[in-house]
Structures are given as structure tokens and as C-alpha cells.
């Protein structure tokens, strides 16, 4: 199976879905392109052959990642299929200190101040990248899944 594929299906998906809206999410996509993937040449034939001929315009696509510059380059600054396509850019800043203390406390995660600002600097007040964290374990690096770990 390979992008297209992927695409494919995900149109027969929103094809067979309810009426209504329907809104696809893409997280951290830039992490799925490789030189030869073809994601974005999938993505392109995909929102154009297969969403915009809808003839309901009832499909809402969120593209977001954590690489930024790749975001810019390949969809934002496109000039290929997804060239003027954009209707709308959120900027999304990361968590302060207090917000990322708040947000532990709101998940029942308790840390001290040197566990809060250790997760802080690992990573970066990006929330949800503290999920291998949980009441049991703290913030521990020594608690962490391997693939997540700083070397």
C-alpha cells in the first residue's frame, strides 16, 4: 500500500460517512514524506480528484506538524496542486511553564518543580508530548518508552 493508496481509501471513507460536515486531520505529516514517498503528490491528486468534484463541499482538511519549515515549503508556498488552496493558517504557540503545570495537574500527572521544568526542557511545551507521563511514573527520562528517549 502506498499513499494513494491510503487516499483512496480515505475518500471511499468520506464517501461512505453520514452527511454533514466531515473534517480530516493529518498530524505531523511531515514526518510521513521520505524522498520517495509520494505523500504530497498523493495528497494532491487526492484533493483534487477525489474532494473538491464532491458535490457536497462538506470536507475540511487540517494539515498540521511540528516541522514547520516543511509545512511552509510543501503545502503553504505549493506551487503545484495545492497551489492557492489554503483558506486558513493557525499559529499555534507552545505551553508556558504554568500552562504545561497546569495541563499535568489537569491529567492527575503531580510533579515537583524540578520534574516540571526537566519535562519543560525535554519537551518544549509541546502538551501532548508529554503523554508517556502519568501519576505513577513522573517525569523520569529513566521511565520513558525508548523510542521517545534524548540520546
Not at 6 to 28: C, H, N
Not at 69 to 83: E, F, M, P, Q
Not at 136 to 141: D, F, H, K, N, Y
Request: glycine share 6%.
Amino acid at each position: 500500500m502506498d499513499w494513494l493508496d491510503a487516499f483512496t481509501r480515505l475518500s471511499e471513507l468520506i464517501a461512505a460517512a453520514p452527511g454533514g460536515r466531515k473534517v480530516v486531520f493529518i498530524d505531523e505529516m511531515p514526518w510521513m514524506d521520505t524522498p520517495r514517498s509520494k505523500l504530497v503528490s498523493s495528497f494532491e491528486y487526492f484533493w483534487n480528484n477525489q474532494v473538491l468534484v464532491r458535490k457536497e463541499k462538506d470536507v475540511f482538511m487540517v494539515v498540521c506538524g511540528s516541522a514547520t519549515s516543511w509545512i511552509v515549503d510543501n503545502i503553504v508556498h505549493n506551487k503545484g496542486g495545492l497551489h492557492d488552496r489554503l483558506t486558513d493558517r493557525i499559529w499555534i504557540r507552545p505551553f508556558t511553564l504554568r500552562e504545561c503545570a497546569e495541563y499535568a495537574a489537569s491529567l492527575g500527572v503531580s510533579l515537583s518543580r524540578h520534574e516540571l521544568c526537566e519535562a519543560y526542557m525535554i519537551f518544549g511545551g509541546v502538551p501532548f508530548a508529554a503523554l508517556p507521563l502519568s501519576p505513577q511514573r513522573g517525569s523520569s527520562l529513566a521511565h520513558m518508552p525508548q523510542s521517545r528517549r534524548i540520546h
